[in-house]
């Protein structure tokens, strides 16, 4: 039962580090699949062919692929980060500045005693348009 005794300390390490490579390995398989299904410029026979070459042939199947298409790879990871911060961004605009929160109501009141304050409104439209965004 003397198992650490068993396995000296550079089994182990080489060990994890096979371990670490294999997930690496997987990483880099997965990251290669979604950028052929994500590339628009290949048509489908190219991305069958591509992913075909990846499954069955996985070692030299990436090693060409980074090879042929690493370049492009980085830039569709940047165009679709970007793609998706926007639709956040937007989402976010569209969500924040519409309905009728309270946020709104201040920020329109606001806007309302600069008016009034320019003196482009008089005392009795500016409780007339008071009581409207309040109410």
């Known amino acids: 039962m003397n198992l650490a005794y068993d396995y000296p300390l550079l089994g182990a390490f080489w060990t994890v580090m096979w371990v670490f490579l294999w997930i690496l390995w997987f990483a880099l398989l997965f990251r290669i699949i979604g950028d052929i299904f994500r590339d628009d410029t290949l048509g489908g026979w190219g991305k069958t062919g591509w992913l075909i070459f990846v499954v069955f042939l996985p070692?030299?199947?990436?090693?060409?692929?980074?090879?042929?298409?690493?370049?492009?790879?980085?830039?569709?990871?940047?165009?679709?980060?970007?793609?998706?911060?926007?639709?956040?961004?937007?989402?976010?605009?569209?969500?924040?500045?519409?309905?009728?929160?309270?946020?709104?109501?201040?920020?329109?009141?606001?806007?309302?005693?600069?008016?009034?304050?320019?003196?482009?409104?008089?005392?009795?439209?500016?409780?007339?348009?008071?009581?409207?965004?309040l109410h």
């Open 59 to 133: 070692f030299l199947g990436v090693f060409v692929y980074v090879l042929a298409r690493g370049k492009g790879m980085g830039d569709r990871a940047i165009r679709h980060a970007q793609a998706r911060q926007q639709a956040f961004d937007d989402y976010v605009r569209e969500t924040a500045g519409s309905g009728t929160g309270p946020g709104n109501e201040a920020d329109q009141l606001a806007k309302l005693s600069e008016v009034r304050a320019r003196g482009d409104l008089t005392d009795a439209e500016y409780q007339r348009a008071k009581e409207k965004i």
